[in-house]
């Protein structure tokens, strides 16, 4: 299975400030035949399901934010908060799903300091 | 606007069979473009993939090895929705479970984009 590793476990962030989480795939998860990674980010809050925010490791999902942004290929990968806004408190979740089973990172949680 | 709607118990018994239903609106569970999956969470496993069934001409299924064993996904397509069924539960398997839509078009899938509400499931006699 690709293990996901996600940095930093958790994180304290002024509002308005920029919020970065990592992750890494112990393999890569780029995808030769259309050249796309396979890995998502997705926010959960308390009570709630995870909601997806990026596929294909920079595509945002309709309707989420602009502020929010995937970058990364290969192994490495990042999600960034541009200006952190009260409503962005969460879990933070990376996955792989080049190859099965899908696997997760362990979660990043977003405070405010 | 794809909509899914759990349904089961809360509560299993050590060594029976956990069973929870997603019913699907907007979407179709024989729907060539799409996924079908199960997901759990716990604090001590925390998301963890479960299973998906799918159809591309035909049915297919496909678990992880981790409950390949004791795990089955199943669709129904008369009343729109798959089941999750895990035989011989135990207390490890107390989590919240989720089921959810990964749409897949030829060669190309992207984000589990449509979840559930979430059935907390105890294992405890």
């Known amino acids: 299975d690709i293990v996901m590793t996600q940095s930093p476990d958790s994180l304290a962030v002024s509002l308005g400030e920029r919020a970065t989480i990592n992750c890494k795939s112990s393999q890569s998860v780029l995808y030769s035949s259309d050249n796309k990674n396979y890995l998502a980010w997705y926010q959960q809050k308390p009570g709630q399901p995870p909601k997806l925010l990026v596929y294909?490791?920079?595509t945002r999902e309709s309707g989420v934010p602009d502020r929010f942004s995937g970058s990364g290929s290969g192994t490495d990968f990042t999600l960034t908060i541009s200006s952190l806004q009260p409503e962005d408190v969460a879990v933070y979740y990376c996955q792989q799903y080049y190859s099965s089973p899908d696997t997760f990172g362990q979660g990043t949680k977003l405070e405010i300091k | 606007q794809v909509q899914l709607q759990q349904s089961g118990p809360g509560l299993v018994k050590p060594s029976q069979t956990l069973s929870l239903t997603c019913a699907i609106s907007g979407d179709s569970v024989s729907s060539n473009s799409a996924t079908w999956n199960w997901v759990r969470q716990s604090p001590s496993r925390g998301l963890e993939w479960l299973g998906r069934?799918?159809?591309?001409?035909?049915?297919?299924?496909d678990y992880a090895v981790s409950v390949k064993s004791r795990i089955n996904i199943n669709p129904d397509t008369s009343k729109n929705q798959f089941s999750l069924q895990l035989n011989s539960v135990t207390p490890e398997d107390t989590a919240v479970y989720y089921c959810?839509?990964?749409?897949?078009?030829?060669?190309?899938?992207?984000?589990?984009?449509?979840w559930g509400q979430g059935t907390t499931v105890t294992v405890s006699s």
């Open positions: 069934t799918y159809y591309k001409s035909k049915w297919y299924n």
């Open positions: 959810a839509r990964r749409i897949a078009v030829a060669r190309t899938a992207y984000g589990l984009d449509v």
């Open positions: 294909w490791a920079s």
